[in-house]
């Protein structure tokens, strides 16, 4: 079956780091774009950031300088390492997939998704 299961979630203070991992099955990870999406309690899901296959980037404004995507495509594996952390980082963060050389923003584009992992960030 294919699937995304992300961990690395947990409790921070603010101005801490975490890193996220994405592990995936193989059919998925020969889909082009990968991507990190977060939904925060009473808000909509929203886009973190992206990878495509040759490790182009696309990062939301908010994220900008304190948060890096990469990929292990031997391991295939995503990872989201995440740096000054602030309270507002904090939500469900997911892993998702998608089939293609672009890598889109909108969770509409992204066909395939993990189960979330929690990030809490404390103030």
């Known amino acids: 079956q294919v699937q995304l299961v992300e961990s690395g979630g947990g409790l921070v203070q603010a101005g801490g780091s975490l890193r996220l991992s994405c592990a995936t099955s193989?059919?998925?990870?020969?889909?082009?774009?990968m991507a990190w999406f977060r939904q925060a309690p009473g808000k909509e899901r929203e886009f973190v950031a992206a990878?495509?296959?040759?490790?182009?980037?696309n990062y939301a404004d908010s994220v900008k300088g304190r948060f890096t995507i990469s990929r292990d495509n031997a391991k295939n594996t995503v990872s989201l390492q995440m740096s000054s952390l602030k309270s507002e980082d904090t939500a469900v963060y997911y892993c998702?997939?998608?089939?293609?050389?672009?890598?889109?923003?909108?969770?509409?584009?992204?066909?395939?998704w993990g189960q979330g992992t929690q990030v809490t960030v404390s103030s």
């Open positions: 998702a997939a998608r089939n293609g050389g672009q890598i889109p923003v909108t969770t509409g584009s992204y066909d395939i």
């Open positions: 193989g059919p998925i990870f020969s889909r082009n774009a």
């Open positions: 990878i495509s296959w040759i490790a182009g980037t």
